[in-house]
């Protein structure tokens, strides 16, 4: 090799190092192509996953797609004034929101801007949308009750703090009305709640708010909506904003409750950039890491030890399922990450039972830890009793003559389906929950009419809120029925029962 090809090649090398080190060059871009809200963009050679890129003005981007030449750029807005060959900047963090008690009562869109009219929001703290879920050794197990007003979830199927519970049914089946009947009954429970909503009618989120507004309930709840009218980038990201208001909270020891209504649309919204940033698309066209999506989402629901502040946030994942199809790919990936689910039936909710929670198809794997003693004492045997029922209905249909115990079983069935019977945002407090289930556990259902089952637990309750409120304060002191309380209470209810049919007749 000649002295003159060897100098060449030093200084060869000697430039390249010189490209490789320098900085500037590496955090600015170009872009090759955009379209479609997606910018592929070359020269962001150090750029990493899920980074917040600056195009101009107000302009930003997510890094995605971290390929060989060219880095794959979803915009979170649009994408009219962006050229090819414009220039674009690291910004080296990752998406941030501002956090805090300023957000609470507020609309917030899947940035965390305000689009209430209400004006700014003044958060003082920002954190990235991001984060590694809280690790093993940060909780503690679910052991505080979460009520959700709901009678047919409280006694059946409890929720802990801490805990996340999927809600799965058709369209039109009431998954929304659980998702916000939770929320209500979290008045004056210092929990504050978080309403993420993805991909839906902007009029239906309208309505939610709506209904949350007339119930109070907006003083400690945050809505995140993300609308079908939005980009996917939005929706894409609007339930991770959602949960990193929620982990402000819950670091500073406070108990949230989030609901994600819905992730079958974010799956979609996920869907629709991964196809268009050309990933291969798998099972569903989902692209392959369609599990992580929501697993890292939900895995950071957490109840804290005391050690780490002992806050919680209770999550309420909603998926959609398409008639009755539960082991479709995304329910079936969503209910493998989720500690439990309820199950909304579309026959149960069209013939009028609703709430259509299916008590056969429903569980919560964590929650019956954290059920109340006296719950769990009137509901022990209530979801066997509900089962038998359902199961020689199906057979007493086909026989004309029925013996003296299945006509037994079946009216009793009858009248504890009625007695479940819930109307879409009322709530009932826990101590009277009790009250209601008693009825059927110290078998004071026979004794009623179905048609008077509704009618006489408001009786009860209105009775026992007015006349008996030393019992129903024992009841509430720790939720534990000793055999004095439980023979007080049966005193109330046949008395109730007499005085309710005697003013019935007259
Ligand atoms: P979508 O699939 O459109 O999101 P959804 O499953 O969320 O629907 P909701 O919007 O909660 O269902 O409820 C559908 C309709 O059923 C609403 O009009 C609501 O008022 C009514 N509804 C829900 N729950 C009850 C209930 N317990 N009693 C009476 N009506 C109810
Ligand atoms: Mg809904």
Same mark, same amino acid.
């Given at each position: 090799?000649?002295k ?25 871009g ?7 809200g ?13 980074? =917040? ?18 880095? %794959? ?5 649009e ?14 963090k ?8 300023? =957000? ?17 929001i ?14 093993v ?11 959700? %007003? ?45 309403y993420?909503?993805?991909g ?6 309208a ?22 009218s ?14 990193a ?18 992730l ?26 369609v ?19 002992? %806050? ?39 013939s ?5 929670v299916?008590? %056969? ?59 479940l ?13 009790i ?21 006489f ?36 209810i ?13």
């Amino acid at each position: 090799m000649s002295k003159l090809s060897e100098n060449m090649i030093k200084q060869l090398k000697d430039q390249i190092l010189e490209t490789k080190f320098e900085t500037s060059s590496v955090d600015v871009g170009r872009v090759y192509s955009v379209g479609d809200g997606i910018a592929f963009v070359r020269g962001l050679d150090d750029v990493l996953a899920n980074e =917040l890129v600056h195009f101009k003005d107000d302009i930003y981007g997510l890094a995605l797609n971290l390929e060989d030449a060219q880095v %794959g750029i979803v915009l979170l807005g649009e994408d009219h004034d962006i050229r090819e060959g414009d220039e674009v900047y690291r910004t080296k963090k990752i998406i941030e929101v501002g956090v805090g008690d300023a =957000l609470l009562g507020r609309v917030v869109d899947g940035l965390g801007r305000p689009i209430d009219d209400k004006g700014p929001i003044k958060t003082i703290e920002a954190r990235p949308i991001e984060r590694i879920a809280p690790g093993v050794m940060t909780r503690q197990s679910v052991e505080e009750p979460l009520y959700t %007003g709901i009678k047919v979830v409280d006694a059946m199927i409890p929720i802990g703090k801490g805990q996340r519970e999927l809600i799965i049914g058709d369209r039109q089946t009431g998954k929304t009305s659980i998702a916000v009947n939770a929320i209500l009954n979290q008045k004056g429970q210092n929990v504050k709640c978080i309403y993420v909503a993805i991909g839906q009618k902007a009029s239906t989120v309208a309505q939610v708010v709506d209904s949350l507004e007339k119930h109070g309930a907006m003083e400690y709840t945050t809505v995140v909506a993300s609308s079908a009218s939005e980009m996917a980038p939005l929706q894409y990201i609007a339930p991770y904003t959602g949960c990193a208001i929620g982990e402000y909270w819950m670091d500073n020891g406070d108990d949230v409750l989030i609901v994600y209504d819905d992730l079958s649309k974010h799956a979609v919204a996920y869907r629709t950039i991964s196809l268009l940033l050309r990933r291969p698309s798998g099972r569903e066209a989902y692209p392959g890491d369609v599990f992580y999506l929501h697993s890292r989402l939900l895995e950071r629901a957490a109840k804290l030890n005391d050690n780490y502040g002992g %806050g919680s946030m209770t999550a309420l994942p909603i998926i959609e399922t398409q008639a009755g199809d539960i082991s479709a790919y995304i329910p079936t990936n969503v209910i493998s990450i989720t500690d439990g689910q309820l199950y909304l039936n579309t026959d149960q909710f069209s013939s009028g039972q609703r709430p259509a929670v299916d008590s %056969g198809m429903s569980v919560s794997r964590v929650g019956s830890a954290a059920q109340t003693s006296a719950m769990k004492n009137v509901s022990a045997s209530l979801k066997l009793q509900l089962a038998t029922y359902y199961d020689m209905l199906s057979f007493a249909q086909f026989s004309s003559d029925i013996d003296e115990s299945t006509k037994k079983v079946l009216d009793r069935g009858e009248r504890i389906t009625e007695l479940l019977k819930q109307s879409a945002l009322s709530n009932v407090p826990h101590e009277l929950m009790i009250f209601t289930i008693f009825l059927n556990r110290y078998d004071f259902l026979d004794e009623l009419d179905v048609k008077d089952v509704i009618p006489f637990e408001k009786y009860l309750h209105n009775l026992v809120v007015n006349s008996h409120s030393e019992l129903l304060a024992r009841v509430k002191a720790d939720y534990k029925l000793d055999d004095q309380m439980i023979e007080e209470m049966k005193v109330v209810i046949s008395d109730a029962i007499k005085s309710f049919k005697v003013s019935k007749n007259a």
